[in-house]
Structure formats: C-alpha cells, structure tokens
C-alpha cells in the first residue's frame, strides 16, 4: 500500500487562478484517457467531454458563467451528459432504447458516469501539477451553452472545469470536510437528529473557525449558514424543462 493516491485527493483544493500558460494537448489526453477508465453503469459510457480552446467559445461561456477563469485558464473542458451516439444506435435498430434514455434512471445512470469520469480526470490533472475547478455555473444557460458548443438531442451540458497551472499567488487550501462519522454510517443509517444537530454545530466552529483564519477575520459564517442561505435562493429552477426539451425525463 502507498500514501500516494491518498495524499492526493486529500490535498484538492479549486483553483480559481491560472497562469495564462496553455495545458498542452498530449497532456489533456492522459487526462481524458485516465477519466475514461472510470467504471461505467452497464458499460454505457454515457458522456462526452468537449475541450475548449477557442478564445471566443470561452467568452461566450463565461458570459453564461459570469466566472473570470473560464476564459482566464489553461483550458477549458465541458462535461455533456450523452445519449446521443445511443439514440444512433436507436434509430438503427429493431428493438426500442428511449424508454431507458427518456427515463429518470437514465438520467441517474447517466449524470453519474459523467461525474465519474470528471472526478477521474480532476484526480489526474492535480497529480500533473494542474489546479482545477468545477463550474455547476455553465447551467445558468443551458440553452445557450447547447447552442454555443453545437449540442445535439439527447445530450445536456452539465458542468465544466477550468484547469491550468496554479497562479503563482493562488493560496486557496483545502476546506475542512464533515467529520467522518457524520457522513459515514455503520449498518444502518443513523437518523438521531440531537446527534446530527450536535455534529453539525461542531462543524461550524470548524468552518467559521477556517473562514476566520484564512481571511483574517474579515469571514466567520458558519457551514449551516452558507447552506441555509444558499439552498433558500432559488437556483436554476428551468432546468426540468431543458432537460424535458433535451429527450430527458418523459417517464
Ligand atoms: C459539480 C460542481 C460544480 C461546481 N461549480 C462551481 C462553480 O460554478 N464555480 C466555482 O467557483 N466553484 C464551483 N464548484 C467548486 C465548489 O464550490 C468547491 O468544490 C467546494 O466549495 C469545495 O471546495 P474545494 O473544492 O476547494 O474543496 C463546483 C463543484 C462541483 C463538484
């Protein structure tokens, strides 16, 4: 056994500044070949992954993003759920695939692989030296990220990531995470709420706590409160319909 992996993942943190220096093509290959060794539900292999070089396709992204580093990166990669090349499939053969791909567990099945993958080449980008963040943001304009990237039916951009070399004065650091045996449950789910409201107001010292030092003291929110106030805001709420229109979820 080795630290290596381990030490890894436990070392992520999003990068949000980049040196302007390009991820060369050889290297976002490896990248891609690692991600697609990902375990893949009935070996569907349900994604596709559209690299963005083109200075005018990132502007056009980051103005749905609103986020500087789509265009500030190294590259730009967009993560396409894709039943597509199933719908060819489809149309060429006797039997009838839509019910699976129409289906809600189509599209579990399916936003999972690609979130494997992603997960697979985010892991390998940052053992490349590579910082990255995920951008959930490319959905503020699914119609137009369709749009700007040429995506056909039965597909649906669900998130990017910006990659490049960490900005020399970049000093994000890993963020603490729940406590271990808040997330993780022996046998059977434990639903004590007096244990889970404790656990969950240890964690906030630990997050304000983090806040406080890392920006001397000008942020102490508390975990529960960044959710609270996050999940209150009314995010996205189009997005069944962008969905509907894109071939998901009729059954
Ligand atoms: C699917 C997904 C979408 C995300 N979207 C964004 C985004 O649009 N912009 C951003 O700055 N960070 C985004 N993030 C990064 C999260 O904010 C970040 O992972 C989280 O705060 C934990 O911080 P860490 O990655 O530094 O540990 C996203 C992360 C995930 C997994």
Do not use: C
């Not at 993942?9 to 697609?36: N, T």
């Not at 990669?77 to 499939?89: A, E, G, K, T």
């Amino acid at each position: 056994m080795t630290d290596h992996v381990y030490n890894l993942l436990k070392k992520h943190h999003s990068v949000r500044k980049f040196k302007s220096e390009p991820v060369p093509d050889d290297h976002i290959e490896r990248m891609v070949e690692a991600g697609q060794s990902a375990s893949t539900s009935s070996y569907l292999q349900t994604y596709s992954i559209v690299g963005v070089r083109d200075p005018k396709i990132k502007e056009d992204l980051q103005e749905v993003s609103g986020q500087p580093y789509v265009v500030d990166n190294g590259y730009l990669l967009v993560f396409v759920l894709d039943y597509y090349r199933h719908s060819i499939i489809n149309e060429d053969t006797e039997e009838n695939m839509e019910t699976s791909f129409e289906s809600a567990e189509g599209l579990l099945v399916g936003s999972i692989d690609v979130a494997l993958v992603a997960q697979n080449i985010a892991a390998t980008a940052e053992d490349m030296g590579y910082g990255i963040v995920y951008l959930g943001s490319l959905r503020n304009d699914v119609a137009r990220v369709k749009e700007v990237l040429n995506l056909p039916d039965y597909t649906f951009p669900l998130f990017g990531m910006a990659l490049g070399v960490p900005a020399d004065d970049e000093a994000g650091s890993p963020k603490p995470r729940l406590p271990l045996d808040h997330v993780f449950h022996l046998d059977q789910y434990n639903t004590d709420k007096e244990q889970q409201r404790k656990a969950i107001e240890s964690y906030d010292q630990t997050v304000s706590d983090y806040y406080n030092q890392r920006t001397n003291g000008q942020r102490t929110e508390k975990w529960s409160t960044q959710i609270s106030n996050f999940m209150s805001s009314k995010q996205r709420l189009d997005m069944l319909n962008h969905l509907n229109n894109a071939g998901f979820i009729k059954r």
